[in-house]
């Protein structure tokens, strides 16, 4: 395994919209610098502003407009490069490089790999940066909750989450939404009694009362509260009716039940 080096990177994470997450990415040694998607270009500019960062990339996770609309602007100011998915290559020119699954990505020194995370949208991604114990995961994966299935199908949905849930439990997760309080209180009507999850809550709601972000989490923290990432624990089944049956369907009715929640 790679020597990891958790120093050779800074991010910075800011509000954009109503709720919308945006993050950027900088590498020490070259100054390169990326942002997560771009929800809107003022929010991202005035982070550049406050950190003197030069942005030189924007590494989309899918086409909805909240993660997109800023990249035109910010792109015909900066000239940075983009880097897509398929599905926003296949809508919007401002594409330089569209990727996918075990594609590398470079910002500077710092390499990613693409990971497929498809549900959200139909060609969603995720970029994980191994050794810098890093992934931005969009709207698959959000802490102790995970995106609504609007294009692809629970089972999809649930191996894409799958496929996070693999990665090493000290990865930070950077997602597109502060949703993490309302998931909480939908979490715990299914597990009221997940000590995890009952940690998180009392760490959020501190983190909330002092006006602060409650990304990022870890994968290692999700595993322990997040519901949707734990379809194939028998005591979920059983909180939802669904004993013995497959991972995906208990997924599935988790995922409804939050819909109606
Ligand atoms: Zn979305």
Redesign the pocket.
Known sequence: MPLRRPNARQTNLFLCLKDNYGVLLHDQATGATASIDAPESGAVEAALKATGWKLTHILVT?H?A??TDGIPALKQKYGCRVIAPAEVSSKYPFVDETVKEGDRVKVGNLAGSVIDTPG??AGHISYWFHDDALAFV??TLFSIGC?RVIEGTPQMMWQSLCKLRDLPDDTEIYC?HEYTQANIQFAQTIEPNNKALAARAAEVRDEISRGLPTIPTTIGEEKAANVFLRADQPEVAAAVGLSGKPAAEVFREVRERKNRF
């Open positions: 899918h909805h909240d993660h959200h949208t969009g709207d995106g597109g």
